[in-house]
């Protein structure tokens, strides 16, 4: 089962280095890894969505809390959270297709961000699988080229 | 307003440093420089992994923080193999490198090298500092890091430039960090809940770890072993923490473990650890380890706790703490029936060799200096089959008397690190035990003891060959024996080395009086006790080779991935 784990952590140089050496060097795996400083200047957020069971994830928050640099180590996955992702997707239009596209785009709440003569950039923001379903739906078309956030997520709890 | 340098001195001497190990080097010019009115004992390393061994014996030895200082580039990646050494076995040292100037970092510069990427996974904490502003602050967590919470390596990389600029920044009081709040009480329901399950227990089992001394516990295991009337196990790097001459004593366990040990792992119904972490050396296959008991776990690491053994009734603190409040819940039990077991096995399997040989056998020359000592020396060892035959026949009766590296299992420690537990505790006779095999790693180091008069005396068990890789060889490798033999003769193809012999290859007894120690060699069994006298009695260094049979093997022996009930006793 995939695990989303949100980490507060110290804004200073090589943090994100010992978090991916750890996971790593452990021999953990991450989907997806996002990292941007908070409402704190001095405290960044790490999400990492992680795959494995219990055990694994058991571990790899003990592993992460035991790194002086890490704060607060949460698996989101076991409460009440939100989670989002955003995607930019430049898709390959013609003048046929490019309305289509479009409506696709007007189904999933996603904006056009850019129109030329051949393509079309679009940016979807959704949960993991909204975003995967666009996806699949814009790939008959062409995908040329496709960047995407990882999940950013945060717990519904108020403390 | 003071530079650098001087934060660091006073952080060094207000942190109670006294004995400082390292090499100078470019990018530490200035600290030497500051160093030299300093009021701390310097001991100049030959080799920097020396000086990162000598912090890490000395730690050990003694319980304060071990602390080198060495130059950048080669100066730091050479202490790479002692951080891992210690962090492994969670010893606490700091290690202080220079970096060349801020402006040139990244740029490929003369002995630059990133030392804090290069360590990040054998640390337990490691910073470049990047303004003198913060080195006061900076230094006094390195040192709260590395002896707090678990133990461990915290090396502080400062840039030429940092040492030379002067700040106003005060070395502050206290230390704390968000981020690290170690445990140190234990949940009282835990506890609670782990003496009902002694008490309850008909065949219990503590299994004691390097955390209990570290922790300082020692005395307390023993009180509720008695209390209780728990028998007591230990591992590699728990020796010494229950004294093993006691009748609840079962000496170690796993790989090398003893037969009773073993045994009473397999059978008992509840296996309390503390300070330990079930290391595959221990355990053996997992789903075959104590398959009767109820587990305990004690570890002051939460990440320790279920990571290979799954722990019923976990207990996150320090050992000391948790065994203060532990000895007052348990009662006392008659375990008669379970104690009497144990000591039929005691009886019927104690560590043996041929004591009737008149061959120089090499567990007799250990079972001499535990005779000859009346078991009172530090003991520190290299890596290989002396180091098991170090845990057999010699009995570790006090904390901080048996000094190995466990976890690495780094050979070409022992020297060092026995000249570091001789500069934390002179007066005290040392024994670095080693094999010919370890003895050639850091041998430079022999110089320091001399110069130094720190009386080390270095025992090696020549048996010719890397004796613990040549055993493995004849068990599971059809007796191939590749690239283990350390004479001339009969060396494998591959090694294109012509079938003469040199008399003695390196000669230790011609090292040892080069390197300004004494130097002895012993061939035969009966001139064991004279040459170990000898040894004991000199004032200064003193080297022994003891030319030992070359084929004996470390007994009993639990293969890679077995259970411990599969021990093999001999190769017959």
């Known amino acids: 089962m995939k695990h989303i784990i949100s980490a507060l952590v110290e804004n200073e140089p090589g943090v994100l280095a010992r978090i991916v050496g750890l996971i790593s060097g452990r021999g953990y795996n991450i989907d997806s890894l996002n990292v941007a400083p908070t409402q704190d200047s001095t405290t960044s957020r790490l999400t990492m969505v992680v795959p494995g069971d219990d055990r694994v994830i058991e571990q790899v928050t003990k592993q992460l809390n035991k790194l002086i640099d890490v704060i607060k180590v949460q698996d989101l996955t076991s409460e009440s959270y939100l989670e989002r992702e955003l995607a930019l997707v430049k898709v390959q239009t013609t003048s046929r297709s490019r309305s289509a596209v479009v409506e696709l785009a007007a189904l999933f709440h996603a904006e056009v961000l850019h129109v030329q003569q051949k393509s079309l950039v679009l940016q979807m923001v959704g949960p993991v699988e909204r975003i995967e379903e666009f996806v699949e739906l814009l790939r008959p078309h062409g995908i040329q080229d496709i960047s995407r956030s990882g999940v950013i997520a945060v717990a519904k709890s108020e403390s | ?572």
């Open chain 2, 1 to 572: 307003m003071r530079t650098g340098v001087q934060c660091l001195m006073d952080g060094l001497v207000k942190e109670g440093v006294k004995t400082l190990f390292g090499l100078p080097g470019g990018a530490v010019l200035d600290i030497f420089d500051g160093l030299y009115e300093t009021p701390v004992e310097f001991v100049l390393a030959r080799h920097e992994q020396g000086a990162a061994h000598m912090a890490d014996g000395y730690a050990r030895a003694t319980g304060r923080v071990g602390c080198c200082l060495v130059t950048s580039g080669p100066g730091a990646t050479n202490t790479v193999t002692g951080l891992a050494t210690a962090n492994m076995d969670s010893i606490p040292v700091v290690c202080i490198t220079g970096q060349v100037s801020s402006s040139v970092i990244g740029n490929d510069a003369f002995q630059e090298v990133d030392i804090t990427g290069i360590t990040r996974p054998v640390t337990k904490h490691n910073v470049l500092v990047r303004r003198v502003d913060d080195l006061p602050r900076r230094l006094a967590e390195a040192f709260y890091i590395a002896r707090t919470g678990k133990p461990g390596p915290v090396l502080v990389d400062i840039p030429k430039d940092v040492q030379r600029a002067t700040t106003n920044a005060q070395t502050p009081e206290t230390v704390s960090l968000r981020g690290y709040n170690p445990t140190f009480e234990g949940h009282s329901r835990q506890i609670t809940r782990l003496a009902e399950a002694i008490n309850a227990a008909k065949r219990p089992l503590l299994y004691a770890g390097g955390g209990v001394i570290s922790s300082g516990a020692s005395d307390l295991l023993l009180a509720l072993s008695r209390k209780a009337r728990a028998p007591v196990t230990t591992t590699l790097l728990g020796l010494g923490s229950f004294p093993e001459t006691d009748a609840l004593a079962l000496r170690m366990l796993g790989m090398h473990g003893s037969v009773t040990a073993n045994y009473a792992t397999h059978e008992c119904d509840l296996l309390v650890s503390v300070g330990a972490r079930f290391d595959d050396r221990v355990t053996g296959k997992i789903s075959d380890f104590a398959p009767k008991a109820k587990i305990a776990h004690i570890d002051i690491d939460p990440s320790a706790i279920s990571k290979s053994v799954q722990a019923d009734i976990p207990v996150v603190g320090d050992a000391k703490l948790v065994l203060a409040e532990l000895v007052k819940l348990v009662e006392p039990r008659d375990r008669k029936e379970w104690l009497r077991q144990l000591e039929e096995w005691k009886e019927a399997y104690p560590f043996s060799y041929d004591r009737g040989s008149s061959k120089l056998l090499p567990q007799y020359v250990i079972e001499r200096i535990y005779e000859i000592t009346k078991g009172d020396a530090v003991i520190v060892t290299e890596v290989g089959q002396h180091q098991m035959w170090a845990a057999h026949y010699f009995r570790y009766t006090k904390p901080r008397q048996f000094i190995s590296s466990g976890g690495l299992g780094t050979m070409g420690f022992g020297l060092p690190a026995a000249i570091g537990a001789q500069a934390g505790r002179r007066g005290e006779l040392v024994v670095d035990l080693s094999g010919d095999g370890s003895a050639q790693m850091n041998f430079q180091e022999l110089v320091v003891a001399v110069e130094h008069r720190l009386p080390v005396k270095v025992v090696i068990l020549n048996n010719a060959c890397l004796g613990m890789v040549r055993q493995w060889q004849q068990m599971f490798y059809k007796g191939v024996y590749s690239a283990t033999r350390l004479t001339q003769h009969g060396r494998g193809k591959n090694e294109n080395i012509p079938d003469r012999q040199e008399a003695y290859l390196p000669d230790f007894v011609k090292l040892a009086e080069a390197h300004g120690a004494t130097g002895q060699r012993v061939t035969e069994k009966k001139a064991v006790t004279g040459a170990l006298e000898k040894a004991f009695a000199v004032d200064g260094p003193a080297v022994v080779e003891f030319m030992v049979e070359p084929g004996e093997n470390v007994y009993p022996m639990v293969p890679a991935g077995k259970s411990l009930t599969e021990m093999i006793h001999s190769m017959a």
